[in-house]
């Protein structure tokens, strides 16, 4: 079981690190060099399946990690059992970190998938007036910029979230207890 | 720095391997790859061609930083001790960690078949010269590299997936899944 769990934790984790990663240094630069309309087409496609498999690995995150919690063990990357405990008020720093990283992600992936994605792809009605158009062409221009910043702050915090949760793990070298 | 230090620095280096790695395979193929039947047949090649360059080098960086970070690991967690002799194939921990070296190899083979056989072959133009029967033979010679190239592909992100599962049976077991 905790082998199960804990490979299955790292998987989705490292499923959705990676993928961050691949957004920003694969598909970013590549797009740079792409017509802005078939940017579009693949962004609208891509950022669909990229909004479930992104909360599908926090999803999975979540419920390992209470599985780990609920057999009252630490949830480690590499240790040695002869290694003893960290002190409890480590553990509670690394929870409260652990958490707040994680509901982080998920707001962030909610309000790209949910709000700012949708509305980046907004379409205005043929028969709609010149302001009117205008306006929905700024509503989109803003929805995409702030989800290139919300990218980035979303794979800064994914990145640091690792680096924190290992570092508060102390000599106990994991994941939050 | 303190073995501690050492131990957290190796630990997030490996895991941000593995992320690049599992998570970016998997974001290159499920995602981007799948993307690109909403361009032009001809802009497609063009953003597959650039993004698998740039995927490439996160490939061999990751390659190369999960022996330096395991070995980092490794000597760090004092983990020598349970391979001193014929350990390292007698005892499940060696043995492991055995498997995933093998196929740590594997996958180094795999990437070198894939950027310097498969990739060259991608990479031609199919040009006049030769007439329509070379166009077609190198057509044929593309259809069958861009083949080998998502079947490999796969297997390597099998094979990963279950170094990630054998990697876990070590941390939070005794190994050998």
Partial sequence: ?177 | MTATWVQVLAGYLHLLAVAVYVGGSIAMEFVLGPAQSYVPPAQAQVIGQRSADRFLVLVWGALALFPISGLLLFFSLADQQKLSGMQFFTTRYGQTLLGMIVLWAVLVVNGAVITFVLRPRLAQRASAQGGGAGVTQRLEVMQSAIKWVSLITRIDLGIAVFIVLLGASMAYGDGIL
């Avoid at chain 1, 598909?27 to 792409?34: F, I």
């Fill in chain 1, 1 to 177: 079981m905790r082998v199960v769990l804990g490979f299955l934790f790292t998987l989705a984790w490292v499923v959705y690190l990676g993928g961050a990663l691949a957004m920003e240094l694969v598909w970013r630069p590549v797009q740079r060099d792409v017509p802005p309309s078939q940017t579009g087409a693949m962004c609208q496609w891509m950022g669909r399946r990229y909004r479930w498999i992104g909360l599908g690995a926090l999803g999975l995150v979540a419920v390992t990690w209470s599985g780990w919690r609920a057999l009252g063990s630490t949830v480690l990357v590499a240790s040695s059992p002869d290694i003893p405990a960290p002190p409890p008020a480590a553990v509670g720093w690394s929870v409260a970190t652990t958490v707040a990283c994680w509901g982080t992600l998920v707001a962030l992936v909610l309000a790209m998938g949910v709000l700012l994605h949708p509305r980046s792809h907004a379409r205005w009605r043929a028969g709609a007036d010149s302001a009117t158009a205008a306006a929905a062409r700024r509503r989109r221009l803003r929805a995409i910029r702030v989800m290139g910043v919300l990218l980035r702050v979303e794979l800064a915090v994914a990145l640091s979230a690792t680096a924190l949760v290992l570092v508060s793990a102390g000599p106990r070298l994991g994941w939050a207890a």
